[in-house]
């Protein structure tokens, strides 16, 4: 496979630490970035305002105009909200692709409320031409850590074990390890449910009741998460990879984690828009909470933490309910 130029949609810490480590291996980059505020204090600063000591390389070409963005382009990567994906690709990027086969990885996690579909596949099925050609890059990876060098590994999963290798290779580099795998549903359902999770563990910070409760909370929740990802033709051993156990324990345990603190504020007590508000970058375990419930109760399955947080972040119930969930039940009813 041969590579000169990769698109990254999304210039946010994330995007711009995954578009800044492609450069740094020689590749032609372009950034794309919708928001005009931020693309202009990264194109006059030269640097990015939320990433410490973060000079954007000279092989990156920042851009808001995505038919620039794709102009032969060899792979695309996907670092945008996944509530905006589905019509990113039906209203920008279709007509300009125009039927164009280019590999595409999503660094995005979601499940999309109404049909349950991973991001690959509203991907795939937006532009059918990319069939088996996107693939879901996740793993335990905060973005700033990254970037200072952090030894990190992430997983890569697809259905063409050929192309996963392919743009492994193009991916890896340190501090970076991309590990191939091919079970992409598997992959993409622990990366999102795995968010809900980390709401959760902030709930319990919130609450203040500490560590011994959130290791709990994490070995009970991993086999609700087993579950729901077997019940969407995940593979079972998947939750108890860097996508699953590894990604929850990161997201679960840091003080860094947006999902976490999001958690946090509402086992403070504040509401959900309160919450948002002062976390202020995207949690996309938001996004995740009605779906995994949603499926759960489809498929008839026992995951009473997961409810509980759905009650909490949905339904605005009291935060102690994930306590009583896990069998605490005196705890807050006093």
Known sequence: MKVNKITVFGAGIWGSVIAQHLAKKGYSVSLWEYNEQLLNVLKTMGRHPNIPNFKIHDNIRLTGNVAEAVDHTDLIIFVISSKAIRAFCREQLKPLLAGRVVPVVSASKGIEGATFKTICELIEEELPQLKDQVLAFSGPSFALEVAQGVPTKIMLAGKNPTLVNEVAQIMSGDPI??????????????????????????????????????????????????????????????????????????TGMSAISRNRRLGEKLGAGLSLEEAKKE????????????????????????????????????????PHVLLHAMGFINRGNK
């Not at 970058?281 to 026992?302: C, F, H, M, P």
């Open 177 to 250: 390890i991309v590990v191939p795998a091919q079970d992409r549903r598997g992959v993409e359902y622990g990366g999102g449910i795995k968010n809900v999770l980390a709401i959760g563990c902030g709930v319990i910070d919130g609450i203040g009741d500490g560590a011994n409760a959130k290791a709990a909370l994490i070995t009970q929740a991993l086999q609700e998460m087993n579950d729901v990802l077997v019940s969407q033709g995940g593979r079972a051993g998947t939750v108890y990879s860097l996508a699953g156990f590894g990604d929850a324990i990161l």
């Open 279 to 318: 976390v202020g970058t995207i949690a996309e375990g938001v996004n995740s909470v009605q779906s995994v419930y949603d499926i759960s109760r489809k498929n008839n399955l026992k995951t009473p933490i997961l409810d509980a947080i759905w009650q909490i972040v949905c339904q605005g119930a009291q």
